[in-house]
């Protein structure tokens, strides 16, 4: 400023005479600022000492000072930076931003260029070209672009950040052209692997979509050339999906995409976020973010889950990883995992990844706390300026609408109980579709609102595919694994640095860990200041009491902190629930952090007193930094964990367990797990099933039964194979091994076979969980004989001499009679035929009954049990994941559904084969042990 005055001043001087000037730091800078055609005189006479006031300038003159402060840094200020947006219809778009604002200025823009409604799965990509190689990275909303990217230029790509688990369930159909294009790209690109017939029908949706219904006319050879679908696409391959396209008429565009994304979720690698890792033999591993949790990979294959609602702790330290898995029941022994990234940047991006999938799929509000002998808290409120959903009704439609969180403080307490994260399943939801019009670009595509017929999560049935409430082809399943759900001590996982200290054993507590504080410094995970705080509301009880107490002041040099909270009081029972190390900021509107501990107090009572008597409380929830500041800071990620309330301490480990079921059934965290679980396990083979003689034996050409354990007969007619696998679960702590064999109901030419397997099997129990016709169609062929008749296959006779029937039940006793050897044993056959055509029964109250006889007949007998249905894998997988839940509640054993039927799969591929089953036997088993229809045997009680 004062060289550009004092040039000024010199060129002036032929025309002037001018006293001596006062240095323009002595002239106001605000005033500086706000001079705008203004002359020099004009300026100093406001600033100037009086006496030189009385001082005239011997012949006129002006000097406009901001003018020539404005040409002095014209070159220097470019205020705007030009950033290229790519979409995932590979258009770009040019957006002009402010160079100093933060990212989520760009991101608006491109949200509101595209109309989007459901923003929050999507995000900005760019190349970051770093010292040692180039890695893809995603803009930060909350850092600036310059300091994030090397520019100019400034590229962008716009992408699915967060895949859900469901995306045909995503309120808008907008939102699922966007994910239907990302998956397409992925699947080219060959970041999604697909099998090839999987590849083959997903393209003829594509097409349909792209081209709409097929015209011989117009689609003649050789119109899929210029498409692509797949990495190694040849003409048999277009021809294919020609023919597929066919079958697609009548399809919309939405109907297609739809379709094609229900199939793509089944992909074992879909929506995974891949991690370059080593372990500690220093080869080569892939650690994968997803939905549910976090994926193991080892040579290409998913070696282990860690889900979302097992990790308490994520956590880097330069270049290693770690996560921390729940305690389980009164162990004092923490599970902690470690892995060695390539590098510290590697490392950080992948915590990143996990706290911001962790935050995105695990948010949900909790329902109040159950009224049973314990209660949880709530579980997760984020410190991250993360998202909730709320319902919101536009336009006559009720759908999903993602909220910022500084803007849902009113809202919080509203969101319906129904409500679940976009991937999980939620009650009675109302759907709606838009119509696309030619002509539109795919950016800006025009929509109208049009009745539009959701599907299910489940395939399609087909005639030759397994139907036993919706069927499913065996090469579109997904592999996962879980961990074992008791975890007590540290994880070894096979060829995965754990973490271990050479001066220790392997088991590590938490008191090895570092100490953390109760508050969370900007720094230990990139939130800044003034961002995730909570708001919550409650009424006090009939004593005028809230139920916590809270400590500091500022008359103590100490933020308000709430220092206790008691069990089923309106603070413990308020959504979302205050916590014990809760900071608060706001009382009914009041910023209290100047107040006296005093103050605070009464401000807390007086708001009794008011109309509303309402409590509104504003919080920074409690959270945990580093408290060496010396040390390279421990990045850490730590969602609140369970508190228990009422007789908690004194909980077992089943009743822990049970309550973990019942929050992940509220919260849709079991169903997406289940949707993410291996159908067939990895390595299994079913070669005898597919041979050309065996073919006409499987009643449905996706159901066939593992090579290793399958059962294979010694006096077959025709061969020794049969579609039924061994099934064996054992039960923790008892000794009991449960055997059974898992079946396909017998066809006509098959029945031979069939009690060819009970003779050589010695079985003497037969459970049938199907009826003979269902819909109308075939489900099992009746290879028994009715009351008091008789049936010879080959060698065996059979004859009914009792029969039972109800409304739910059929009961029969056979006599089986070796006619060669003259050997006769008695066949016990129950049949369950209350199950419904469609789903699963709407009260377990009859197949519970139906399981608890099954159960009392089974007592003695340590031959397999034959169960079947009509697959042989739905209901069948049911009822053995009933039986097993409850001899593991009568031994006083966690009970973990997930685990089982991972047990059960390793032994017969697709047990329990949807959804609606899985969740029908997760709430069947609640039921026994809140009922108290199976109880823990007195002999395994502590």
Not at 412 to 419: A, F
Not at 791 to 811: D, N, P, R, W
Not at 819 to 839: F, K, N
Request: negative net charge; hydrophobic residues 35%; contains cysteine.
């Amino acid at each position: 400023m004062q060289n550009a005055e004092a040039a000024a001043v010199t060129n002036m001087e032929s025309d002037l005479k001018i006293l001596p000037v006062v240095p323009m730091g002595s002239v106001g800078a605000t005033k500086t600022n706000l001079v705008s055609d203004v002359g020099l005189k004009n300026v100093l006479e406001e600033e100037l000492h009086p006496a030189a006031m009385s001082m005239r300038l011997v012949s006129s003159g002006s000097y406009n000072v901001r003018a020539s402060e404005m040409a002095h840094y014209t070159d220097r200020q470019p205020k705007v930076i030009t950033c290229i947006v790519t979409f995932l219809d590979d258009s770009r778009e040019a957006f002009e931003v402010d160079k100093r604002t933060k990212s989520q200025h760009l991101l608006d823009k491109v949200y509101d260029h595209l109309e989007l409604v459901e923003k929050d799965y999507f995000g900005l990509q760019f190349l970051d070209i770093g010292p040692d190689a180039e890695t893809i990275r995603w803009l930060d909303p909350l850092k600036t672009i310059k300091k994030q990217c090397r520019g100019p230029p400034y590229e962008f790509f716009f992408r699915v950040k967060f895949y859900v688990s469901d995306p045909s369930k995503l309120a808008e159909e907008y939102t699922r052209y966007h994910f239907f294009l990302q998956v397409k790209r992925d699947i080219v690109e060959g970041r999604l692997q697909c099998p090839r017939s999987t590849a083959v029908l997903l393209a003829s949706y594509a097409v349909q979509s792209e081209l709409g219904d097929y015209n011989p006319d117009e689609h003649i050879d050789g119109y899929l050339s210029e498409f692509r679908f797949f990495p190694s696409q040849t003409e048999d391959f277009e021809k294919e999906v020609s023919e597929h396209h066919k079958k697609h008429r009548g399809q919309t565009p939405a109907d297609a995409e739809y379709n094609y994304l229900d199939k793509a979720k089944r992909l074992e690698m879909y929506g995974v976020d891949l991690h370059n890792a080593r372990d500690q033999s220093n080869l080569d591993i892939q650690l994968g973010v997803t939905s549910v949790g976090l994926v193991v990979f080892q040579n290409n294959l998913k070696i282990n889950t860690f889900p979302w609602a097992k990790i308490v702790k994520i956590s880097f330290k330069r270049k290693q990883f770690f996560i921390q898995l729940r305690r389980e029941g009164n162990e004092n022994i923490e599970n902690l995992i470690g892995f060695n990234m390539v590098s510290y940047r590697s490392c950080k991006n992948l915590w990143k990844s996990c706290v911001e999938h962790h935050t995105f799929f695990r948010l949900h509000t909790p329902n109040p706390p159950s009224k049973k002998v314990f209660s949880l808290g709530s579980k997760f409120r984020y410190r991250s300026p993360s998202k909730r959903y709320a319902r919101r009704t536009v336009g006559g439609h009720t759908r999903n609408v993602i909220l910022e969180e500084k803007n849902i403080i009113d809202g919080y307490r509203n969101i319906p109980k129904s409500q679940t994260f976009a991937g999980t399943t939620q009650n009675n939801p109302t759907h709606h579709s838009f119509h696309r019009y030619d002509g539109i670009s795919h950016n800006h595509r025009a929509t109208l609102p049009h009745d539009y017929k959701m599907g299910t999560s489940e395939a399609s049935i087909h005639s030759e595919k397994s139907d036993d409430d919706g069927g499913f082809e065996a090469h579109k399943a997904k592999r996962d694994t879980y961990p074992n759900p008791i975890p007590t001590k540290f994880v070894n996982v096979p060829n995965i640095n754990g973490i271990k200290d050479p001066n220790h054993n392997q088991e590590r507590t938490l008191d090895s860990l570092p100490v953390y504080n109760d508050y969370l410094s900007p720094n230990s995970n990139g939130i800044p200041d003034g961002q995730g705080l909570v708001t919550i509301r409650m009424m006090p009880d009939e004593q005028g009491r809230f139920g916590f107490n809270v400590k500091g002041g500022a008359d103590q040099g100490m933020p308000i902190i709430v220092s206790r909270v008691a069990p089923g009081t309106p603070a413990d029972n308020s959504e979302p629930r205050l916590n014990e190390g809760d900071q608060v900021l706001f009382i009914n509107g009041r910023d209290v952090s100047q107040h006296t501990h005093e103050q605070v107090v009464m401000f807390i009572k007086a708001s009794r007193e008011t109309h509303s008597m309402e409590l509104v409380l504003v919080v920074r929830p409690n959270v945990y930094t580093s408290e060496d500041p010396a040390e390279e800071p421990e990045f850490n990620y730590m969602p609140e964990t369970h508190q228990i309330t009422g007789s908690a301490n004194g909980a077992t480990n089943l009743e822990l367990s049970l309550a973990l079921l019942q929050e992940s059934l509220d919260s849709g965290a079991a169903l997406a797990q289940f949707e993410q679980l291996y159908r067939k396990k990895p390595g299994m083979t079913m070669n005898a099933a597919r041979l050309e003689v065996n073919i006409p034996k499987n009643r449905y050409r996706d159901i066939s039964p593992y090579d290793q354990t399958r059962v294979i007969l010694k006096g077959g007619s025709s061969g020794d194979y049969i579609n039924a696998n061994y099934v064996n679960m054992e039960i923790p702590g008892s000794g009991i091994v449960n055997r059974y064999i898992a079946a396909q109901g017998p066809l006509q030419i098959t029945c031979v076979d069939y009690w060819q397997m009970i003779w050589e099997q010695q079985s003497t129990l037969v459970v049938m969980l199907t009826t003979k016709v269902e819909k109308g169609r075939v489900k099992c062929h009746q290879y028994w004989p009715d009351l008091y008749e008789t049936q010879e296959h080959g060698q065996l006779q059979i004859t009914c001499v009792k029969e039972e029937e109800t409304t739910s039940f059929a009961f029969r006793e056979l006599n089986l009679t070796h006619m060669e050897t003259h050997e006769e044993r008695q066949i016990s056959h129950m049949q369950y035929i209350a199950w419904p055509d469609h789903g699963v029964p709407d009260d377990p109250a009859d197949f519970l009954e139906f399981v608890v006889k099954v159960r009392q007949k089974r007592t003695g007998i340590v031959e397999p049990t034959i169960v079947h249905c009509s697959a042989g894998i739905g209901r069948t997988g049911v009822l053995i994941t009933m039986e097993t839940a409850m001899c593991l509640i009568e031994s006083n054993q966690p009970v973990y559904p997930l685990s089982i039927v991972r047990q059960m799969r390793d032994q017969r591929a697709m047990l329990i084969q949807t959804a609606s089953q899985y969740k029908f036997v997760c709430e069947a088993i609640l039921k026994v042990f809140n009922d108290g229809i199976v109880k823990p045997l007195p002999d395994y009680q502590r």
